[in-house]
């Protein structure tokens, strides 16, 4: 926290204080040894917020089949600790919600809290947690640092409110500018106000960014803005796909998400009639919920068609991998041989390239290797393939072509690789390649299969290597011998 902030907040008079049931309400919740009784005596204090958790004791939230008509019974129905966090949910939110916003849109945010609430809550039950009411009341107020903030100092937080896209951004804009976030704001209210703990650190976990926290009631935490945020921006495909980015980054998927939104959704009436908050018409709830699992599953495709991608790529050089190639010559060999197209398959290896690593460096030899990718590639019909068959050494497969075409490929291959001229520090680096190349039904080349006809190419680039290197060599179509191209 930065001491400046903690000075301005300490300050702060127009930071909201706590009624006097909410402290009582905490002084519960901290201490093990409540029993029913005191918090009942309590509750009985404040009618209002009887009334309320008498609601909740007879919504959705709770199946029983006996309604409770008495906050004894209620709070016997929902348990001491769940009827505590309840309270204190309704307590703080009828506290804060009568903040002046000037600097930020009060129905928005409180909007966005309880929509959150809600979240964090159907995930837990998601993920068959006990704690529901502990996720509710944390998630509530994971972002009462924003209040803070704009208590403190309005005029200089507006515009930094208003311009930010998502919390995160917002929480990058407040750190670059006062040197500290909401979230460590929240943190140091909550605890100020002698809240128990966890609740604090909730403000801490509510951008998944405090790994020492990581836990499964953070992760829903983290997650329940994201999926509050499907609700209040319904068919934002950018906004589906940092949610599910960030149930992926905490270890959840695009189903939790979208099963979470369904029962927030269902759970939405009994929330606006306990919290006397429109969070959502119910025209729209059907649609929303709609466009919103759409837009996950859509971008649930897409992230599983990246990483099938990326398990076909070489990490480094962005080439296809060596599995990639053997299965595409397979292929490209069976297609070869039923209809009788010509097929030509190349080895290539870079010349003496471990004298690049050893006088530069593995750092020039990468950025040689990713630079010799991307200039051959960019000769390359969309058809053909270029995979990394193992160190520096290289592999193409040009289906439909006949040896003399890749023979002229591969010569201006070699031309594009001598060419090359990578800077590193204060050095030029250079390279040349050699090639060998085989084909498959192309006049009296023949092989009897794919594994025999990569070996033919390995032999001729052998071959070529052999005869001093930088080099096209082909292997004669009756074995004899090899032919060299330069």
């Known amino acids: 926290m930065n001491p400046e902030i903690a000075r301005r907040l300490q300050l702060c008079a127009t930071l909201p204080s706590l009624p006097a049931i909410a402290l009582q309400v905490i002084e519960l919740a901290n201490s093990p040894a409540t029993h029913m009784g005191q918090l009942c005596d309590v509750l009985a204090r404040d009618p209002a917020l009887t009334a309320k958790l008498l609601k909740v004791a007879n919504s959705a939230f709770y199946q029983s089949r006996r309604k409770p008509s008495n906050v004894r019974e209620a709070v016997g129905l929902m348990g001491v600790r769940a009827a505590i966090m309840i309270a204190l949910s309704f307590s703080l939110a009828s506290s804060f919600r009568g903040q002046s916003g000037a600097a930020l849109d009060m129905t928005l945010f409180w909007r966005r809290a309880l929509l959150c609430a809600m979240a964090a809550r159907a995930l837990g039950a998601r993920r068959g947690m006990s704690n529901l009411d502990d996720l509710f009341a944390a998630a509530l107020l994971q972002d009462v640092g924003i209040l803070a903030f704009a208590s403190m100092m309005p005029d200089e937080y507006a515009p930094l409110h208003a311009a930010a896209a998502s919390n995160d951004d917002l929480l990058r804009a407040e750190?670059?500018?006062?040197?500290?976030?909401?979230?460590?704001?929240?943190?140091?209210?909550?605890?100020?106000?002698?809240?128990?703990?966890?609740?604090?650190?909730?403000?801490?976990?509510?951008?998944?960014?405090?790994?020492?926290?990581?836990?499964?009631?953070?992760?829903?935490?983290?997650?329940?803005?994201?999926?509050?945020?499907?609700?209040?921006?319904?068919?934002?495909?950018?906004?589906?796909?940092?949610?599910?980015?960030?149930?992926?980054?905490?270890?959840?998927?695009?189903?939790?998400?979208?099963?979470?939104l369904g029962r927030l959704t269902a759970a939405v009436p009994a929330i606006e009639e306990l919290f006397d908050m429109r969070l959502l018409r119910p025209s729209e709830a059907a649609a929303m919920l709609a466009h919103a699992q759409e837009l996950l599953a859509s971008h649930q495709i897409h992230e599983m068609r990246e990483m099938e991608a990326r398990s076909q790529r070489d990490a480094l050089t962005g080439a296809h991998n060596r599995r990639y190639f053997e299965e595409a010559v397979r292929r490209e060999f069976e297609l070869?041989?039923?209809?009788?197209?010509?097929?030509?398959?190349?080895?290539?290896?870079?010349?003496?390239?471990?004298?690049?690593?050893?006088?530069y460096g593995h750092q020039a030899g990468d950025q040689m290797l990713i630079s010799m990718v991307r200039a051959v590639m960019s000769e390359l019909r969309q058809e053909d393939l270029f995979a990394r068959y193992?160190?520096?050494?290289?592999?193409?497969?040009?289906?439909?072509?006949?040896?003399?075409?890749?023979?002229?490929?591969?010569?201006?291959?070699?031309?594009?690789?001598?060419?090359?001229?990578?800077?590193?520090?204060?050095?030029?680096?250079?390279v040349t390649a050699s090639f060998g190349m085989a084909a498959h039904m192309d006049g009296d080349q023949r092989f009897d299969s794919h594994e025999t006809f990569i070996r033919a190419a390995d032999e001729a680039l052998y071959a070529a290597k052999h005869a001093g290197r930088d080099r096209v060599a082909q292997r004669e179509h009756d074995g004899s011998g090899f032919r060299f191209y330069q």
């Open 390 to 430: 193992g160190g520096e050494e290289f592999a193409l497969v040009l289906p439909g072509t006949p040896l003399a075409a890749a023979g002229k490929l591969l010569l201006r291959l070699k031309k594009v690789i001598g060419g090359l001229m990578v800077h590193h520090e204060q050095h030029l680096i250079t």
């Open 175 to 260: 750190r670059e500018a006062f040197g500290c976030g909401h979230d460590e704001a929240g943190h140091w209210l909550l605890s100020r106000w002698q809240l128990p703990p966890y609740l604090a650190q909730a403000c801490l976990a509510s951008h998944g960014q405090q790994p020492e926290l990581a836990s499964d009631m953070h992760a829903c935490i983290a997650l329940s803005g994201p999926v509050a945020d499907l609700v209040l921006h319904s068919g934002n495909a950018v906004v589906a796909t940092r949610a599910a980015s960030a149930a992926q980054r905490l270890g959840l998927d695009a189903a939790a998400v979208s099963d979470a």
């Open 336 to 359: 070869s041989s039923r209809h009788g197209w010509p097929l030509t398959i190349a080895l290539v290896d870079l010349d003496h390239f471990k004298q690049i690593n050893d006088t």
